[in-house]
Nanobody, 127 residues
Framework: QVQLVESGGGLVQAGGSLRLSCAAS????????MAWFRQAPGKERAFVAA????????AYADSVKGRFTISADNAKNTVYLQMSSLKPEDTAVYSC????????????????????WGQGTQVTVSS
């Protein structure tokens, strides 16, 4: 049963914008928090941003602060990642993840704490 499906990736020039979407289904719709991670070629997967479904808490990696915005639409069971001022170093496969129970909010960067993962969507930023 598919739980998380990402969309919105593509090719964009440096300085441009993209909006990624992550639609949650099944048990993932009952999750407490959602996050975006990314994996660039030859690198480990890294945290990008996280949010609770009510938007009461958000968190960002230092590398994307001020450029990316994470948001959640409960009615659509969808989480978004609005990316602006994109740089070539933002090129990666972006994956969303769902956490069923949040024990410690400050643990949002820990990939092991997420229960469901999407397949990922490719974002390529050309210089």
């Amino acid at each position: 049963q598919v739980q998380l499906v990402e969309s919105g990736g593509g090719l964009v020039q440096a300085g441009g914008s993209l909006r990624l979407s992550c639609a949650a289904s099944g048990r993932a719709r009952s999750s407490s928090a959602m996050a975006w991670f990314r994996q660039a070629p030859g690198k480990e997967r890294a945290f990008v941003a996280a949010t609770t479904w009510n938007g009461g808490r958000t968190a960002y990696a230092d590398s994307v602060k001020g450029r990316f915005t994470i948001s959640a639409d409960n009615a659509k069971n969808t989480v978004y990642l609005q990316m602006s001022s994109l740089k070539p170093e933002d090129t990666a496969v972006y994956s969303c993840a769902a956490k069923m129970i949040v024990y410690y909010w400050t643990d949002y960067e820990n990939q092991l704490g997420y229960d469901y993962w999407g397949q990922g969507t490719q974002v390529t930023v050309s210089s």
